[in-house]
């Protein structure tokens, strides 16, 4: 057993015992207290790892307790009912809030989750036929199994039941956040066109991340209307998620555990400081502000030793120059031409950046897109990969039309695209990075991550073995474990091309994948798509560099305007007067060697 | 008839000056710094309390403590940036926001303990005979406020078009980088933004307060309308702001009026997110501005 399976074996233990072994009701009450915080900030640090702060979480707390503390009174029912109700209720809450307002990001979501806190408690405070308003809604039923022998009555039953809710939500969020759904959701706060073209839906997974949250804020309400039998729009005041907020971000946010010991370490602190009466708000102001001025990666950082890390995948010996496997067969393989674009135009006013461009990618082709600056190349690809919609003109992958469909669809399908310039996910390592990229290769579904099936556990070890295949594959191998920002310029290049490269694509966009390479990352860059070429892949490229154009390509596409004006071998093209005169100058053209 | 709604909409326009200005300071300090200051309320409430202490407390001539009062609330904004703004810079969004409300709290516990928690009214020198002006009765204190606003608005915009630091102001808005390569003191910027945010907060408090009536829990509300005028504007948008302050105040003092003065907070929130469903990016916003 490792050390922090013991360290968790006994913290767990002893958790457990503590009722047995005679603490005070007062400080049962305390943990119970803790435990309900718990749920609620393990929901936040959940969303926050998607990238999107909720400082209107106590919302859904309160909707959870007011409906279970008012189905518990007017219609009598029995906890058990009451409190997954009132999960749910704050579940389909979250959802519908999250339909409205995920498409927002960064700072309007915090502004809006805000507001919406506040219209819930203007309205619980003024709608005084529902919620009595601000004199509270009293007389909640206890918690009762449906007989009056198992009404919990003691501190310690509501303890034992608080800590059966944690552990599942433990168990939960630790599933969620190191399984490859904890990659999708960092994916997104990291880097999100990166994780679209990775085929993770953006919306779908901070949705989920925001509905889990609610569900979990709503049980947590349920429990405590059940527990404290008082409910008062209080509960919706803009301190608790001050409170739950302090919780996660000192506690450690993106970690499994800094909800937890955050939770711990913020129930008692305010209690301790009881003795400061008149002083203790300001000093628990103080004390927030310390921490997250001097400790911003929260107290869990500082508990390393004992394992409560997030888990970065664990890396094995370095590997080198792995051969390229294509993993063919998965996802659609396209009869007749792999990729083609018909009667494209996409117009920015009156301008047409593209104007009527069609083309056709064949199976194995090396296709590039060349022109000057301006010329719409860039916006083609847009419009291929779902970024952009087009005025007109269909795009056909395979058989099949994906003209209009969003990014992370495309990507399903065995579209992949690498972006201009670098493209990663600069907070997590060189393994994880094409770990999450690994994404659309993933055939078990939640309910697989969260009871860790053997399917499951399969999946994610060959998926690590592709990971690091890729990464061999691109030259990256002794870097497995390095933080993908600390690498190269040209190392993160090759990185994006790993990305790109390990969802198994059948068609590949490259997007001026040598700018800023020197000649010598350019040649290895050439090597590494030759390398791919013989496998089964289509590659569609848009370079300015003609020495890898004209070295790599079998026919070229060139742009001007918006407009195709040639098209055919590099030989021809280097002769084509149109281009010359457009692009490539008068004076001397690189020959193929 | 008419004339209710005429005066509903003066009040309504005289409160959505001093929204306005608030938003001005909270879109500044977001779009300069990227900063999302949840302290606004409070530096709100502190210019409303400055003047309370240096004009009911300490006898200074009304005018005299306003211009004190205000300038108080700038050093304060000052500090705030020095000392624990400047140290966050690096951190992603999430810390410097916490580390504000962090200091919203300390800030309004601490004013709990200087002055005690009970409502108080600063007896300002003008008349409480409203003035007539046709249809429209406005009480003295109410013209001046709308008056001041009016004034602080059109100097904040010609000091940021017009004046060589304002320039510097709107270069490091739009491009940090590029302002330092020419010459900018960015540290300096910062430090004025977040001062000059923090100064208009306090002349907002100082009216309204004098309007109203002061107590230590006034900023919260005028922290989340500020946040719903910002969010109206677009983040970062200065015309947005003056334009969401201004419909705020006449949809509230509307709502109040027609609807019911109860739910009349929720309206701007209500406002909001119905904007946000048509236009994500606010009135005024530029797409993807929000990171």
């Not at chain 1, 029912?77 to 519908?96: F, R, Y």
């Not at chain 1, 305010?270 to 001025?293: D, N, T």
């Not at chain 2, 933004?193 to 004098?210: D, E, Q, R, V």
Request: contains cysteine; aromatic residues 10%.
């Amino acid at each position: 057993m490792s050390i922090r399976a013991l360290w968790g074996a006994a913290a767990g233990a002893l958790w457990l015992a503590l009722p047995v072994l005679g603490v005070d009701d007062y400080y049962l009450h305390l943990l119970v207290m803790a435990g309900i915080f718990f749920l609620l900030a393990a929901g936040m640090n959940l969303l926050l790892a998607a990238g999107q702060l909720n400082l209107g979480h106590t919302a859904f707390f309160g909707i959870g307790a007011y409906a279970s503390g008012l189905l518990g009174i007017h219609y009598g029912l029995s906890p058990l009912w009451t409190l997954p109700a009132g999960a749910c209720i704050a579940g389909v809450a979250g959802w519908l809030l999250g339909m409205l307002t995920l498409k927002l990001r960064g700072a309007y979501f915090v502004l809006v989750t805000i507001g919406f806190a506040e219209v819930i408690r203007l309205v619980a405070t003024n709608w005084t036929d529902l919620t009595q308003g601000p004199m509270g809604l009293a007389g909640v039923p206890p918690f009762n199994l449906a007989t009056e022998r198992f009404t919990l009555t003691s501190k310690r039953d509501y303890y034992y039941l608080i800590t059966v809710l944690a552990g599942a939500t433990l168990w939960t969020t630790a599933r969620l956040l190191t399984s490859r759904i904890g990659r999708a959701l960092r994916a997104v706060k990291e880097n999100e066109a990166l994780a679209e073209s990775s085929g993770i839906s953006a919306y779908r997974y901070t949705m989920l991340a925001m509905v889990t949250a609610c569900v979990l804020a709503g049980a947590a309400g349920g429990f405590y209307a059940h527990y404290i039998t008082f409910l008062s729009p209080e509960l919706f005041g803009f301190q608790n998620t001050v409170t739950m907020a302090v919780m996660v971000v000192a506690g450690g946010q993106g970690t499994v555990l800094g909800p937890a010991v955050g939770a711990l370490v913020f129930t008692f602190v305010p209690e301790l400081l009881r003795m400061a009466a008149f002083y203790r708000m300001l000093l628990y102001g103080a004390i927030l502000l310390l921490v997250v001025m001097f400790m911003p990666q929260g107290l869990v950082f500082y508990l390393r030793r004992f394992g409560a890390s997030p888990a970065a995948t664990p890396v094995g010996p370095a590997r080198d120059g792995a051969t390229f496997e294509a993993g063919a067969g998965v996802g659609e393989s396209p009869a007749g031409s792999a990729l083609s674009v018909a009667h494209i135009t996409v117009r920015f006013g009156g301008l047409a950046a593209v104007d009527d461009l069609s083309l056709e990618l064949g199976r194995g082709e090396i296709l590039a897109l060349i022109g000057p600056n301006g010329a719409g190349k860039s916006t083609a690809f847009n419009v291929i990969t779902g970024f952009q919609s087009a005025d007109a003109g269909r795009v056909r992958f395979g058989a099949a039309d994906i003209t209009g469909e969003p990014p992370y669809r495309i990507a399903e399908r065995g579209l992949v695209r690498m972006f201009q310039r670098t493209s990663i996910f600069p907070e997590s390592s060189a393994l994880d990075n094409v770990l999450t990229a690994c994404h659309r290769l993933a055939r078990t579904g939640l309910a697989g991550v969260l009871c860790m099936s053997r399917a499951n556990r399969f999946e994610e070890r060959s998926q690590i073995e592709r990971a690091r295949d890729m990464l061999a594959f691109v030259g990256l191998g002794h870097k497995e474990s390095e933080l993908a920002r600390m690498l190269s310029c040209g190392e993160q290049r090759l990185l994006g091309l790993a990305i790109a490269l390990a969802p198994a694509p059948s068609v590949l966009l490259l997007d001026e994948p040598a700018a800023g390479l020197n000649a010598v990352e350019t040649v290895r860059l050439m090597g590494l798509i030759e390398g791919i070429r013989g496998h089964g892949l289509s590659v569609l490229l848009v370079e300015h560099d003609m020495k890898l154009v004209m070295g790599l390509c079998d026919r070229v596409v060139v742009l001007n305007y918006g407009i195709k004006i040639a098209e055919g071998t590099p030989a021809e093209i280097q002769r084509h007067p149109e281009v010359i005169r457009a692009y490539l100058g008068t004076g001397g053209v690189v020959a193929r060697p | 008839m008419l004339a209710e709604l005429v005066q509903h909409v003066v009040n309504g326009l005289i409160l959505g000056g001093g929204y306005a200005l608030m938003g001005i300071g909270l879109t500044l300090i977001f779009g300069i710094m990227r900063v999302v200051n949840f302290a606004h309320g409070e530096l709100f409430m502190l210019g409303a309390f400055f003047l309370y202490t240096l004009f009911s407390l300490w006898g200074l001539n009304f005018f005299a403590a306003s211009l004190l009062a205000v300038a108080g609330v700038a050093v304060v904004g000052a500090l705030v940036e020095r000392l624990i703004l400047r140290r966050l810079r690096d951190q992603p969004i999430e810390i410097p926001m916490l580390a504000m409300v962090a200091l919203s709290v300390i800030i309004q516990n601490a004013a709990i303990l200087i002055w005690d928690p009970s409502p108080k009214t600063i007896r300002h020198p003008f008349s409480p005979v409203p003035l007539t002006l046709g249809p429209i009765h406005v009480v003295a204190i109410r013209v001046f406020a709308g008056a001041v606003a009016v004034a602080l608005i059109a100097g904040a915009h010609l000091f940021i078009q017009k004046t060589r630091l304002g320039r510097a102001m709107r270069a490091t808005f739009q491009d940090t980088d590029m302002a330092r390569l020419s010459g900018v003191d960015v540290d300096r910027i910062y430090m004025f933004t977040f001062a000059f945010g923090a100064a208009l907060a306090g002349a907002s408090g100082a009216l309204l307060g004098a309007v109203f009536w002061v107590y230590p829990a006034m900023g919260d509300l005028a922290a989340l309308k500020s946040f719903a005028v910002v969010i109206m504007g677009g983040l970062g948008n200065f015309l947005g702001a003056i334009v969401g302050g201004l419909l705020l105040g006449v949809a509230e003092s509307l709502g109040a009026g027609y609807i019911s003065s109860g739910y009349k907070d929720a309206i701007g929130f209500v406002l909001i997110i119905l904007l946000l469903l048509w236009r994500p990016q606010g009135l005024f916003g530029k797409k993807g501005l929000a990171r």
